[in-house]
């Protein structure tokens, strides 16, 4: 099984910059796509950027322009550079893997990491 740790979240102001890292640790054969998804309470979790092998990317139409997700193949790591954060940006964020392992395809989750922008 593969484990997804995020790190990096905090409390930043409005207009300022944060990163979060996502280790993965654990045995996989194909990697389908890695992504960032943030919920706040209440509502719905919901995909803030994905990346796939082939190196496309997609991004929520709220974080255009502002959010960068990136990977390092080699450490397993996912990355998401967020610029210009906005009030609305507060959630937990968390990083998710579509990856395959003895033929099976699995999710995996990390524990989410809180990012809080105040204004």
């Known amino acids: 099984q593969v484990r997804l740790v995020e790190s990096g979240g905090g409390v930043v102001q409005a207009g300022e910059s944060l990163s979060l890292s996502c280790a993965a640790s654990?045995?996989?054969?194909?990697?389908?796509?890695m992504g960032w998804y943030r919920q706040v309470p209440g509502k719905q979790r919901e995909l803030v950027a994905s990346?796939?092998?082939?190196?496309?990317?997609n991004y929520a139409d709220s974080v255009k322009g502002r959010f960068t997700i990136s990977r390092e193949n080699a450490r397993h790591t996912l990355y998401l550079q967020m610029t210009s954060l906005k009030p609305e940006d507060t959630a937990v964020y968390y990083c998710?893997?579509?990856?395959?392992?003895?033929?099976?395809?699995?999710?995996?989750w990390g524990q989410g990491t809180q990012v809080t922008v105040s204004s």
């Open positions: 998710n893997w579509d990856y395959v392992r003895f033929g099976k395809r699995l999710g995996a």
């Open positions: 990346t796939t092998t082939s190196d496309s990317t």
């Open positions: 654990g045995s996989f054969s194909v990697i389908n796509a």
